[in-house]
């Protein structure tokens, strides 16, 4: 096994990108605290998400509580059956996923194997906390969300939400209204969500509070061409679809618009996400050559998703981990909410042109109706009159209860009516982004060492524009007024919105060593040539070389090399 990830994760507690959660009480698994580097960093790449999904694509982001009351659970299906198989080891009596302990037996996607499979699957395994072979275990269903009750007295039970993806659901009515009632709109949310890992032993992988960047996309269910299809059309990214998988074959390499049109990829929604986020994971400094999309097989897809894509990023310690999920959900969510809640979860989507259409309508006969159901007479009255007559009567449902109305108690007339639209429960397709995989993921791939001249040299290769720190200002010695310099020049960095680092402490050298190993793409070095021309040094973190630029040009250059627009090459063709 590599030593790849114990250098990594060694770096980023040492240099204050990640560290333990309440290290001083023993931690405990599943939670982490992001240092001063990397509470930065993973604000530099949610910024950049937010770029492509609410400046770029202008999804409006909302914020809701981690607390939801039961009922968004219930309607969701987390309170029924949002649960990991568990079982645990008879000699040392700690618990593990199933699943997981089957996987490492060799058997394939064993998350789709009933919990009496399981079981046999996982008997002669050794338990990875004692080493003891399981033998005869109980498989069992755990529960992942976190409860809690909602006022004193426990009488309104609530839970910690296991994603962001609800409190987006539960806005819908308020959503559309917001976006003038016009399909297709969408809404995002980054925040935290909670999930109660039964034993989570990978680090920043799987952990049991973690932030989710999730983009809710409401379509019409009969219009699944993006409208700006164009920009990503031509767009090639790695495939690992039903057929690859199933026979075991590499990945396949496809535009976007060849994958739609073979029928890999559902629909250009689903393509269109596919595309950004491949776009969006190598901008925040993914290895392209180490990811790939894979699509979900028949028999793991939920029962109501069209299609499903996870991109993969491959570790050196865990494999290919799961890092964004994008799915086309149908109606499922808006339905299960509008069942409970009693809102209907529907937009009004009008017709080119208003049509002439015959209709059987139902009218009561409210002198039999209203001696029955008294009080509720009038709304049934009205709800008859939107609902269809069946062989037997009509169903209606008035305040939450279902009532059956024979047929004696109203006639049916048949009338002419203009109808100027219809109403349409949207579908949902639905780009969910894993926050702290992602910042695992350009942890790993990022790292590098090498030697120079004659020294271990460990490098974070960041990209610009998610690097802690955008640039270190040294100078070359402590004294003849260049410290002045250099403190003017970060201040004057740090003025115009560029994180700038002054270093004056140790050898030049070692200063360089400092801020490779963070990450910092680029240093300004002033030096007695800088007191004599007005001239300073400009240092590339990744090749080590350097130009000069007079000071005046120095907050513009940085400015373009750290926004990408210019590139350190381009500045010594110059």
């Known amino acids: 096994?590599?030593?790849?990830?114990?250098?990594?994760?060694?770096?980023?507690?040492?240099?204050?990108?990640?560290?333990?959660?309440?290290?001083?009480?023993?931690?405990?698994?599943?939670?982490?605290?992001?240092?001063?580097?990397?509470?930065?960093?993973?604000?530099?790449?949610?910024?950049?998400?937010?770029?492509?999904?609410?400046?770029?694509?202008?999804?409006?982001?909302?914020?809701?509580?981690?607390?939801?009351?039961?009922?968004?659970?219930?309607?969701?299906?987390?309170?029924?059956?949002?649960?990991?198989?568990?079982c645990q080891c008879p000699h040392c009596n700690e618990y593990f996923r199933a699943d997981h302990l089957a996987e490492a037996c060799g058997i394939h996607n064993a998350g789709i194997l009933s919990k009496e499979d399981l079981a046999k699957a996982v008997a002669p395994a050794r338990c990875p906390a004692c080493d003891e072979v399981f033998g005869d275990v109980e498989v069992f269903d755990f529960n992942l969300m976190f409860q809690t009750t909602i006022g004193p007295g426990s009488q309104r039970r609530g839970y910690l939400r296991p994603e962001t993806a609800q409190g987006m659901f539960t806005d819908f009515s308020r959503l559309s209204r917001f976006y003038r009632m016009k399909l297709p709109f969408g809404a995002v949310q980054i925040g935290k969500s909670y999930r109660?890992?039964?034993?989570?032993?990978?680090?920043?992988?799987?952990?049991?509070?973690?932030?989710?960047?999730?983009?809710?996309?409401?379509?019409?269910?009969?219009?699944?061409?993006?409208?700006?299809?164009?920009?990503?059309?031509?767009?090639?990214?790695?495939?690992?679809?039903?057929?690859?998988?199933?026979?075991?074959?590499?990945?396949i390499k496809k535009t976007m618009r060849q994958a739609v049109d073979e029928?890999?990829?559902?629909?250009?929604?689903?393509?269109?996400?596919?595309?950004?986020?491949?776009?969006?994971?190598?901008?925040?400094?993914?290895?392209?050559?180490?990811?790939?999309?894979?699509?979900?097989?028949?028999?793991?897809?939920?029962?109501?998703?069209?299609?499903?894509?996870?991109?993969?990023?491959?570790?050196?310690?865990?494999?290919?981990?799961?890092?964004?999920?994008?799915?086309?959900?149908?109606?499922?969510?808006?339905?299960?909410?509008?069942?409970?809640?009693?809102?209907?979860?529907?937009?009004?989507?009008?017709?080119?042109?208003?049509?002439?259409?015959?209709?059987?309508?139902?009218?009561?006969?409210?002198?039999?109706?209203?001696?029955?159901?008294?009080?509720?007479?009038?709304?049934?009255?009205?709800?008859?009159?939107?609902?269809?007559?069946?062989?037997?009567?009509?169903?209606?449902?008035?305040d939450g209860e279902t009532y059956h109305i024979p047929g004696d108690l109203y006639t049916v007339s048949e009338e002419e009516v203009e109808v100027r639209g219809v109403e349409v429960r949207p579908h949902v397709i639905e780009p969910s982004y894993g926050i702290d995989r992602m910042i695992y993921g350009v942890l790993e791939h990022a790292y590098d060492e090498e030697m120079v001249e004659g020294e271990e040299r460990r490098v974070m290769h960041f990209a610009p524009c998610v690097a802690p720190v955008q640039v270190a200002v040294f100078p070359l010695v402590n004294k003849d007024?260049?410290?002045?310099?250099?403190?003017?020049?970060?201040?004057?960095?740090?003025?115009?919105?560029?994180?700038?680092?002054?270093?004056?402490?140790?050898?030049?050298?070692?200063?360089?060593?400092?801020?490779?190993?963070?990450?910092?793409?680029?240093?300004?070095?002033?030096?007695?040539?800088?007191?004599?021309k007005g001239t300073v040094t400009l240092r590339d973190r990744d090749s080590m070389e350097q130009v000069r630029l007079p000071i005046a040009d120095v907050h513009a250059t940085l400015m373009s090399l750290v926004s990408g627009r210019t590139r350190f090459a381009d500045l010594k063709q110059a």
């Open 481 to 532: 007024g260049l410290d002045s310099v250099a403190r003017e020049i970060a201040i004057d960095l740090q003025d115009g919105g560029i994180l700038a680092d002054y270093d004056d402490n140790g050898a030049i050298g070692r200063r360089y060593r400092r801020q490779d190993e963070i990450g910092t793409p680029f240093a300004v070095t002033i030096d007695y040539e800088t007191k004599e």
């Open 263 to 398: 029928g890999i990829i559902a629909n250009e929604y689903i393509a269109y996400y596919l595309a950004l986020t491949h776009e969006l994971l190598v901008t925040i400094g993914i290895d392209p050559a180490r990811m790939r999309f894979r699509q979900h097989l028949p028999d793991e897809r939920a029962h109501y998703a069209i299609d499903c894509w996870d991109a993969e990023v491959l570790s050196d310690r865990f494999g290919w981990v799961e890092t964004v999920g994008i799915a086309d959900r149908t109606d499922y969510d808006l339905r299960a909410h509008s069942k409970e809640s009693g809102d209907s979860m529907t937009v009004f989507v009008p017709f080119a042109e208003a049509r002439k259409e015959k209709r059987l309508r139902i009218v009561a006969d409210m002198g039999t109706l209203g001696p029955k159901y008294r009080g509720k007479a009038k709304k049934i009255a009205d709800a008859l009159a939107e609902a269809a007559p069946g062989p037997d009567g009509a169903d209606v449902v008035v």
């Open 196 to 251: 109660n890992e039964i034993s989570p032993r990978q680090g920043m992988i799987r952990l049991r509070e973690f932030t989710q960047a999730e983009a809710e996309i409401f379509v019409n269910p009969s219009e699944k061409n993006h409208p700006n299809f164009s920009r990503y059309a031509d767009y090639t990214v790695d495939l690992w679809g039903i057929e690859q998988e199933q026979k075991d074959l590499p990945a």
């Open 1 to 86: 096994m590599s030593d790849i990830y114990d250098k990594v994760i060694e770096l980023a507690k040492r240099r204050g990108f990640v560290w333990p959660s309440a290290e001083v009480y023993g931690a405990v698994a599943g939670f982490i605290d992001y240092g001063p580097l990397g509470a930065m960093m993973k604000r530099r790449i949610e910024a950049i998400w937010r770029h492509y999904y609410v400046i770029r694509e202008g999804y409006y982001e909302i914020e809701c509580p981690t607390v939801g009351t039961e009922s968004i659970y219930v309607a969701s299906g987390h309170v029924k059956g949002f649960a990991d198989k568990m």
